[in-house]
């Protein structure tokens, strides 16, 4: 089979695939080595390689192309910290976590979804969580895991690049997590999430303006290079150059911790207005039943319209009354009749909202 300039794609795709991330630079130089061994096995091709941003934009495309049919990307993040530019093949579907799927097991699925949650939402915007509070996360799994079971699935997290473990213990999500599980981020933790007001991408790690109720939050490389050409806040306009207003910035991040908020009860995420409503549809239908028991209860069963004749003086007294009441639900029925007195209206069951 003849060698084409298509055969570039493929060997550039089966080199990125064997890896996790990596940045622009090591995919450059990765595409230039794809070139040069595709030239090599034919060298009547002539294909020309350029280390200039659009051509690089360009086979970036190309590879996208590839790739849309399997819903699969070639994704493109800076790093929260050096604002370095890390590319790799994101799943663009949302559906949970499918892309731990292919190398973990459903327990351990669930326990880095435990301890995902809460690294997102840990407290003073810390993003980050101790071993010791990422251990006591297996008591919230339906099924059962070890304490050791457990410390080998975060060295493995770690290992693989899905969390960063610090040098005081404290976990957190990689620039791997962020790139991409960004959908299922987004979607589960809604209210969590915290954007760069430069680039618009989530924040785990950088400053936030120190003035109150101020929303500004930056990466820390947006931040250097925001400040080289501005000196105010974009939000509230607080001059940050002004006496030692720069060291009053305050911390997005572990750095943000402060000693002792991990020694309290897990925090648990706040239902969604579509979890919320299935919970309130649950309590609505079973208020339905209640009002039918209700019902079946309060109805008081009309009288035959045989009466066996008793006997005795007690039997008689008992005949009496029942005739007495029934002549007395007759002068209701005539006053209804003549129009002289409004009946109630009927009860009405209460009727769900859910449709």
């Not at 292919?102 to 997102?120: N, P």
């Not at 919230?140 to 895991?145: A, D, E, F, T, Y």
């Not at 105010?232 to 002004?242: G, R």
């Not at 009946?343 to 069951?349: I, M």
């Amino acid at each position: 089979m003849a060698v084409t300039s298509n055969d570039v794609q493929k060997l550039f795709l089966q080199a990125i695939l064997s890896r996790r991330i990596l940045s622009q630079k090591l995919a450059a130089k990765i595409w230039e080595k794809c070139i040069e061994a595709v030239k090599a096995a034919n060298e009547t091709l002539d294909i020309e390689y350029r280390n200039d941003r659009n051509s690089w934009d360009a086979f970036v495309t190309k590879i996208n192309d590839a790739l849309n049919p399997l819903d699969l990307e070639f994704s493109r993040l800076l790093d929260e910290v050096n604002g370095t530019e890390i590319y790799g093949v994101v799943n663009r579907k949302g559906d949970e976590i499918a892309q731990l799927a292919t190398e973990y097991s459903a327990l351990e699925i669930a326990y880095f979804k435990a301890v995902v949650e809460q690294i997102m939402l840990a407290p003073n915007e810390s993003f980050s969580v101790s071993s010791l509070a990422a251990l006591r996360e297996v008591n919230s799994l339906k099924s059962s895991m070890t304490k050791s079971q457990a410390e080998a699935t975060l060295s493995s997290f770690v290992a693989k690049g899905w969390l960063v473990k610090s040098r005081r213990g404290r976990y957190s999500l990689s620039t791997r997590t962020i790139l991409e599980l960004q959908p299922y981020l987004r979607s589960t933790y809604e209210s969590e999430i915290i954007e760069c007001t430069i680039c618009m991408e989530i924040v785990t790690r950088g400053i936030a303006c120190y003035t109150p109720n101020c929303q500004t939050r930056m990466h820390t490389h947006c931040f250097n290079i925001y400040r080289r050409r501005n000196h105010q806040c974009p939000a509230c306009k607080e001059d940050w150059t002004a006496g030692n207003n720069l060291s009053k910035l305050q911390p997005v991040g572990e750095a943000a911790f402060k000693d002792g908020q991990d020694q309290g009860r897990r925090r648990v995420r706040r239902k969604s207005t579509e979890e919320q409503e299935d919970a309130d549809g649950e309590g609505e239908d079973a208020d339905e039943k209640d009002d039918e028991k209700d019902d079946d209860v309060g109805a008081e069963p009309e009288p035959s319209q045989s009466q066996p004749s008793g006997k005795g003086k007690g039997k008689g007294k008992g005949k009496g009354k029942k005739k007495a009441t029934r002549d007395e639900s007759m002068e209701v029925d005539d006053k209804d009749e003549d129009g002289e007195e409004d009946s109630p209206p009927p009860r009405t069951r209460r009727k769900s909202s859910r449709r």
